[in-house]
């Protein structure tokens, strides 16, 4: 069936960096993404990677993709204060509906 | 800028009223989607459109209902309250087979509905 599971808290200090894991279930999935929620506000699209590469990097995010295991990872290098949000990973086994994974709280302390 | 914009951030509302929470898109997609939000469950669908009169049931549809008559608006309906569907309401919408092409979805910025 369709899940995608996420730890449900992370917590890190500031300037160190942060990774968030996600597994998913299906190997269809032509690109996978990342979400970002900030408190109060609805998703933001913070990276995708798809599903022939092993590894996408934007600035401080780094995208793992490891297709054998289903298994996906963000790293936020140098994390700030800024980066406390909710972070979901989403699959899209069919190219019009995404399923997301349970989120997974970031806090970052000085 | 291109945007989702859902009418209420905040509502409450009492066990047993109609409830309407609108979605408006801007940028002409086809699909629509609703999602209700609670800590530890993520998101899980409710409905989505995938054009003007049409909709299908997502996940969770028990006790809702959609209606969207225009493109551009997407509209969940509460029959009668309950308590248990207190939560944090997310629309979003994307461009049709958008998913092939990367950009995935595009979100308002939610609605927490009180149920009391």
């Known amino acids: 069936g369709e899940d995608v599971e996420q730890s449900l808290f992370l917590s890190v200090r500031e300037g160190d960096s942060s990774v968030i894991n996600c597994t998913y279930t299906d190997s269809s999935s032509t690109y996978l993404y990342w979400y970002k929620q900030e408190p109060g506000a609805g998703l933001q699209l913070l990276t995708y990677i798809f599903s022939n590469m092993d590894m996408k990097q934007d600035q401080r995010l780094t995208v793992l993709l490891n297709k054998k295991d289903k298994h996906l990872s963000l790293r936020i290098a140098d994390t700030q204060t800024g980066d406390s949000a909710i972070y979901f990973c989403?699959?899209?086994?069919?190219?019009?509906?995404?399923?997301f994974g349970t989120g997974t709280r970031l806090q970052v302390f000085p | 800028d291109v945007k989702v914009t859902q009418s209420s951030r905040y509502l409450v509302k009492r066990t047993g009223e109609k409830v309407f929470l609108e979605c408006v898109q801007d940028?002409?997609?086809?699909?629509m989607f609703w999602y209700r939000q609670d800590p530890g469950l993520g998101l899980r669908l409710i409905y989505f459109?995938?054009?003007?009169?049409?909709?299908e049931k997502g996940d969770i549809p028990e006790g809702y209902s959609v209606s969207r008559e225009k493109k551009e608006r997407f509209s969940l309906i509460l029959e009668s309250a309950s308590t248990n569907q207190t939560s944090m309401y997310l629309c979003?919408?994307?461009?049709?087979?958008?998913?092939?092409?990367?950009?995935?979805?595009?979100f308002g910025s939610g609605t927490r509905l009180t149920v009391v």
């Open positions: 989403a699959e899209s086994p069919r190219s019009d509906k995404l399923i």
């Open positions: 940028m002409d997609h086809e699909n």
């Open positions: 459109s995938y054009d003007v009169k049409m909709k």
């Open positions: 979003a919408s994307s461009l049709m087979r958008q998913l092939k092409n990367n950009y995935g979805y595009t």
